[in-house]
């Protein structure tokens, strides 16, 4: 999320952005109404047509492979507008209320954890890629370098510090009670056989942090803008790991929105456009594995994490 912060403008009245400008209306008589069905044309852009408008929100929008994606959306029919958040959790309310259309910054165990907190209102349309998440440091060159008794911190919020501690197991650095889970958090700790003490704060913040710790497990996000490099990892999960799919990044959206063709169509022009692909291993320096699963498998994997969520609490 992979892995990640400015004002959050007042949702507008309506509750649902207007998607698709051009639209065929069919009056249907039926008994005792009038049913009004509005659709896109996706000949818009060559018939001359006013694009469809769709505001997508996201956490990092300087990185360069979203303007390519804005002008390759332009050129197939989508005015595309990327809103930039400060950090992970704003875009998912901002959707709620009906300030985007569509987002993409989460993978689907934080969304699960949204919407368990929440109503359970948004869903994956599309998937991106697994971003492996890791360890470094500014004062050591490896893990075994790490004294005992020293700081580490880990993401706050609770998918990535679940994760973040499944790290610092596999490190040594620390041991968990049950073994560890995607649900593990500090309390889970066996901190009588664990090597180090381990703390969480803001995940924006875990970069800022390496001047006072040991060490800190930091979301790709935030890694080169804290002027790291991701070669310098000390240690990391797997993403390749059959897993690590609850930790896939999704474009999400309104439970409402699924079918709408023209997020669809903007999911596959991400996937498919060789410039936007190319661009996000760019900013992830090669680590992104980027994945193309069907929205059903990923509703499916939602819920399977949902439902787990569900029995935690």
């Known amino acids: 999320m992979s892995e990640t912060h400015p004002q959050i403008a007042p949702p507008t009245s309506r509750k649902k952005p207007l998607l698709a400008v051009v639209a065929v209306v069919a009056v249907i008589a039926v008994v005792g109404g009038i049913v009004w069905a509005r659709s896109g044309d996706d000949s818009a852009a060559a018939g001359g047509a006013e694009p469809a408008k769709v505001v997508l929100g996201t956490v990092g929008a300087s990185d360069p492979y979203w303007q390519v994606l804005t002008d390759e959306a332009a050129e197939q029919g989508?005015?595309?507008?990327?809103?930039?958040?400060?950090?992970?959790?704003?875009?998912?309310?901002?959707?709620?209320?009906?300030?985007?259309?569509?987002?993409?910054?989460?993978?689907?165990?934080?969304?699960?954890?949204?919407?368990?907190?929440?109503?359970?209102?948004?869903?994956?349309?599309?998937?991106?890629?697994?971003?492996?998440?890791?360890?470094?440091?500014?004062?050591?060159?490896?893990?075994?370098?790490?004294?005992?008794?020293?700081?580490?911190?880990?993401?706050?919020?609770?998918?990535?510090?679940?994760?973040?501690?499944?790290?610092?197991?596999?490190?040594?650095?620390?041991?968990?009670?049950?073994?560890?889970?995607?649900?593990?958090?500090?309390?889970?700790?066996?901190?009588?056989?664990?090597?180090?003490?381990?703390?969480?704060?803001?995940?924006?913040?875990?970069?800022?942090?390496?001047?006072?710790?040991?060490?800190?497990?930091?979301?790709?996000?935030?890694?080169?803008?804290?002027?790291?490099?991701?070669?310098?990892?000390?240690?990391?999960?797997?993403?390749?790991d059959p897993n690590s799919l609850p930790y896939v990044n999704v474009f999400a959206v309104r439970a409402e929105d699924k079918d709408d063709a023209t997020l669809q169509k903007l999911v596959a022009i991400y996937q498919d456009t060789q410039a936007v692909t190319d661009g996000v291993q760019d900013v992830s320096g090669g680590t992104a594995q980027l994945v193309k699963i069907s929205q059903p498998e990923l509703q499916a994997a939602l819920d399977k994490v949902e439902a787990d969520t569900a029995a935690q609490q």
């Open 78 to 240: 989508i005015d595309l507008e990327v809103k930039d958040f400060a950090d992970y959790p704003q875009p998912n309310p901002a959707l709620s209320e009906g300030e985007l259309d569509v987002n993409q910054f989460q993978h689907l165990v934080y969304l699960a954890e949204y919407n368990a907190a929440n109503d359970p209102d948004l869903v994956p349309l599309g998937s991106t890629a697994i971003y492996p998440l890791a360890l470094y440091s500014t004062k050591v060159d490896s893990v075994e370098d790490i004294q005992d008794g020293d700081t580490v911190v880990v993401p706050d919020d609770d998918s990535n510090q679940a994760r973040g501690l499944l790290i610092l197991q596999s490190a040594g650095l620390i041991e968990l009670k049950d073994g560890g889970t995607i649900y593990s958090s500090l309390a889970d700790i066996d901190e009588e056989a664990s090597r180090v003490e381990v703390k969480a704060i803001k995940a924006d913040l875990t970069p800022t942090s390496l001047p006072d710790v040991a060490a800190a497990i930091i979301n790709n996000d935030f890694v080169e803008k804290a002027g790291l490099e991701f070669a310098d990892a000390i240690a990391t999960d797997d993403p390749e």
